[in-house]
């Protein structure tokens, strides 16, 4: 290695890092806004490189910083809506794949599924009501003088009866405590 370049080797590298240290001093001082708003942008945008410079810009930490409920809240929608043809767009839709895709089988078993078991419950009710108004009437012709048991005698006790003990024929009175079912003529 030559003396020459023993010498200038560690003299360019201190250079350069003197040289780094300067601009960074320099634009930690100088306002690059002022600079910016006196130099005619046109012809400095003719030596920039933009695209260079766009490339460098964070774009997502940028967004992150952003607001967005703020910008929504700037936006007025019925302007917007009203710019927007409806009928163009609703033209767009192709409704013969839409409805291809649209099971409406389930869309109407959904629909009327709420229906129906309202239907049912009413007409079980119905025939709970009869059931009731054709034991009181039995009752009458039977001339019965005690109540009908509301349920059979295990469901009363809250007991199952064993197949073998069946209550005998006759007695299907109630055990003390029961009362007949509301609504029901006792004679």
């Known amino acids: 290695m030559t003396a020459h370049r023993r ?36 012809g400095l945008m003719a030596q920039v490189d933009v695209n260079a410079l766009l490339a460098r810009v ?11 409920n703020a910008v ?3 936006i007025d929608t019925g302007a917007l809506l009203d710019r927007i043809d409806i009928n163009a767009l609703l033209s767009r ?16 078993a959904r629909s009327s599924g709420g229906a129906a078991t309202e239907a049912l419950d009413a007409a079980r009710s119905e025939a709970v009501g009869l059931d009731q ?45 029961t009362e007949a079912p509301a609504g029901e003529a006792t004679t």
Do not use: H, Y
């Open 72 to 74: 929504l809240a700037r």
């Open 93 to 108: 839709i192709d409704m013969d794949a839409l409805v291809e895709q649209t099971d409406l089988g389930a869309v109407i």
């Open 7 to 42: 010498i200038a080797d560690p003299v360019e590298a201190m250079a350069q890092r003197v040289a780094e240290r300067v601009v960074d001093l320099v634009l930690d001082v100088v306002d690059l806004n002022a600079i910016v708003a006196r130099i005619d942008l046109n």
């Open 133 to 177: 108004f054709i034991d009181r009437w039995v009752q009458r012709a039977m001339r019965r003088k005690q109540p009908a048991p509301v349920a059979p005698r295990a469901q009363l006790n809250g007991e199952d009866t064993p197949p073998d003990e069946e209550t005998p024929p006759g007695e299907d009175t109630p055990p003390e405590g």
């Open 58 to 68: 964070d774009v997502t930490a940028l967004l992150d910083q952003v607001d967005l």
